[in-house]
C-alpha cells in the first residue's frame, strides 16, 4: 500500500482531483517524480548574519563621496592590505594587516571602488568613488535573512566562458538584477548569488544548460520525466494548483515547478517527448511572455504529428498523445544531447524546414570548400562537430548547435554558415552525419601522412609561385619534419658546390 503520511501537494492534489481509479499507482508514480526533483535539487539555504556591515575595499583610484548612510557599518580597508577573504556570499570575513596585526572585519557585503574589479569571485559591488550608488543593491542585500544558492554554473558547457569575441551574453543581457556579472580578465560568468531573484530569465534564454536554476535542474527534470512512466505531464506551480477549478486528466502527473520562467524549448521538448506529446500547463494565457514563445516553437516543431502538443486545461479539452512516449533513457546526459538523443528515436522525418522566432535551435551548414582543419570541431564546446580520424571526414550534428558563431567565425574557408532559429524536420539534423571528406596527402620525403589532399592544394595554389626551384616547391608537399630537412640539404649542396664548405 502507499504510504500518504508524508506527501507532497501535489500527491495530495492528485488524491483529491485526479479522476484515476487506481490512486495507489497514481500517487507511487507522483511519488517518485518528486523524489527525482528533491534528490537531484542542489540548492541549500542558510541564516545571514552582518547584513549591515560593509567592507569597502578601496583601490585609491577614485575619492570617495557621497555616503551609505545610518543603516549600515562601513569599514574602509586598502586592497592592497588584505591578506585573505573568508566565507561565504552574504557573510564574508576579511582579514586586514594593520600594523603588527591582523584584524578580521566581517562583512554582508563587499563593495569594490577602482577599475577592473578584482572581487567579483566575492559578489564584490563595483563603484567608481560615488558610495551612494551602491546603496539600493547593498539595501536589498540587507533585506534578507537567510542566502539560498539558486543558480547552477557550468563553465565548461558556456559559450561564454573562456572564448573570444564573438561569445553569447544572453544571460547576462537577460538580468534585470546584477546578479550576472560579465568578468572580462578572467573570461567568464560570476554569479552574483546575492542579488538573485530566481526570475528565471537567465535559464530561459541559456541556449546550452549551462546555467540552471538549482531546484528545478536539467538532472532532476530527466529524472522526473523518466519516472513518469509516460504518463500525462501538467507543469504548474504550487500556488496555481490551488486555484485551479478545472478538472484533471486520468493518467496525470505534476511536474511542481518553482516559476514557469524555467521552462524553455529545451526542457519543454524533453516533457514533450517523454510524454508522447501531452504536456500541459493550468493556463497558457497567464504564462510569461518568454515561455508562451517556447510553447508556440515547440508545438511548431511537433506539430507532424497531428496538432499541439502543449496546451493548457482552462481552455482546451484534452488532446490524444500524439506518439508513443520515447523510452530512450535520457539520464545523464547534457541538456542538448537529451533532447537530440530523444528527437532522433521519433523518427518519421516530413523535410519541413521552420523558422522559429527566439529560437534555441540553430542550423549549420558545412560547404565542399572545407579542408578539414578541425578548427571548428576544436571550438565547438556543444559537441555538435566531430572529427573523424578513422575515415579521414567532419562530422555534424546541427540540433546540438548553440548558436554561439565560434566555428563560423574562426573558419579559414569561410565553409560554415549558421542560421539561428532554423529547425530543420529531417534525419541529419539531429544525428551525426558527413559533411565533409577528403583522402589523406601522405609526405613525399617520408610517406607519413601528414594533411588532406585539399588542404594540400590550397597550400600549394597560394605559394607555388613564390617557389623559385623544384626543391622549394617539393617542400609545400612535405610533412613538417621532412620540410627543413629538405631546405638544409639544398643549402648545403649549394654551398659545396660554391666551395664553401
Not at 33 to 44: G, M, Y
Not at 306 to 321: A, C, M, P, T
Not at 443 to 454: D, I, L, M, Q, S
Request: glycine content about 6%.
Amino acid at each position: 500500500m502507499t504510504d500518504y503520511s508524508a506527501m507532497t501537494y501535489a500527491c495530495m492534489y492528485l488524491l483529491e482531483n485526479s479522476p484515476d481509479t487506481n490512486k495507489d499507482k497514481l500517487i507511487r508514480i507522483q511519488q517518485s517524480v518528486d523524489d527525482a526533483l528533491f534528490d537531484n535539487a542542489l540548492d541549500f539555504s542558510y541564516p545571514l548574519n552582518h547584513q549591515n556591515d560593509i567592507v569597502l575595499i578601496n583601490e585609491g583610484t577614485y575619492a570617495l563621496i557621497g555616503s551609505l548612510g545610518e543603516a549600515f557599518n562601513i569599514q574602509v580597508v586598502d586592497s592592497s592590505k588584505i591578506i585573505r577573504i573568508e566565507g561565504r556570499p552574504g557573510e564574508y570575513y576579511v582579514s586586514v594587516r594593520e600594523g603588527n596585526d591582523i584584524v578580521k572585519y566581517p562583512a554582508g557585503s563587499l563593495v569594490y571602488s577602482g577599475d577592473k574589479n578584482p572581487w567579483l569571485q566575492y559578489d564584490a559591488i563595483e563603484i567608481h568613488g560615488n558610495l551612494s550608488r551602491a546603496v539600493p543593491q547593498l539595501a536589498g542585500r540587507a533585506a534578507k535573512n537567510t542566502f539560498t544558492k539558486s543558480l547552477l554554473f557550468s563553465e565548461g558547457s558556456c559559450d561564454y566562458a573562456s572564448k573570444e569575441s564573438p561569445a553569447c551574453r544572453a544571460c547576462l543581457e537577460s538580468c534585470e538584477y546584477s546578479a550576472l556579472i560579465e568578468d572580462t580578465e578572467a573570461k567568464t560568468i560570476r554569479l552574483r548569488l546575492s542579488d538573485c531573484t530566481e526570475c528565471g530569465s537567465c535559464v530561459a534564454v541559456c541556449p546550452s544548460g549551462a546555467i540552471q536554476n538549482s531546484r528545478f535542474n536539467v538532472a532532476g527534470l530527466i529524472a522526473a520525466l523518466e519516472n513518469a512512466d509516460g504518463y500525462a505531464v501538467l507543469i504548474a506551480t504550487d500556488a496555481d494548483l490551488m486555484k485551479l477549478s478545472s478538472p484533471l486528466y486520468s493518467e496525470m502527473v505534476i511536474l511542481s515547478i518553482p516559476n514557469y520562467s524555467l521552462f524553455n524549448e529545451l526542457y519543454l521538448s524533453l516533457s514533450v517527448l517523454k510524454s508522447g506529446g501531452e504536456v500541459y500547463f493550468p493556463d497558457l494565457t497567464v504564462l510569461p511572455a518568454s515561455t508562451q514563445a517556447a510553447v508556440c516553437n515547440v508545438n511548431r516543431i511537433f506539430e507532424r504529428f497531428g496538432g499541439n502538443v502543449i496546451g493548457d486545461i482552462v481552455s482546451v479539452s484534452r488532446h490524444s498523445k500524439r506518439f508513443a512516449p520515447i523510452v530512450r533513457r535520457l539520464d545523464n546526459l547534457p541538456l542538448r544531447m537529451a533532447v537530440g538523443e530523444g528527437l532522433a528515436s521519433l523518427k518519421g522525418y516530413s523535410n519541413n524546414v521552420y523558422t522559429l522566432p527566439n529560437g534555441l535551435f540553430s542550423d549549420l551548414h558545412v560547404d565542399n570548400t572545407c579542408t578539414l582543419c578541425m578548427g571548428c570541431a576544436y571550438v565547438c564546446k556543444c559537441g555538435a562537430f566531430q572529427a573523424q580520424p578513422e575515415n579521414q571526414s567532419l562530422s555534424l550534428n546541427p540540433v546540438l548547435c548553440t548558436g554561439c558563431g565560434h566555428c563560423e567565425s574562426i573558419c579559414p574557408e569561410h565553409s560554415i554558415s549558421l542560421a539561428p532559429g532554423r529547425f530543420r524536420e529531417e534525419e541529419s539534423y539531429v544525428t551525426f552525419s558527413a559533411v565533409a571528406k577528403d583522402e589523406v596527402f601522405c609526405c613525399v620525403e617520408c610517406g607519413k601522412p601528414f594533411a588532406t589532399e585539399k588542404a594540400i592544394a590550397k597550400v600549394a595554389g597560394m605559394f607555388a609561385s613564390l617557389m623559385w626551384d623544384d626543391v622549394k616547391t617539393r617542400t609545400l608537399y612535405c610533412c613538417g619534419e621532412c620540410k627543413p630537412k629538405l631546405m638544409l640539404k639544398q643549402h648545403f649542396e649549394n654551398a659545396t658546390a660554391k666551395g664553401g664548405y
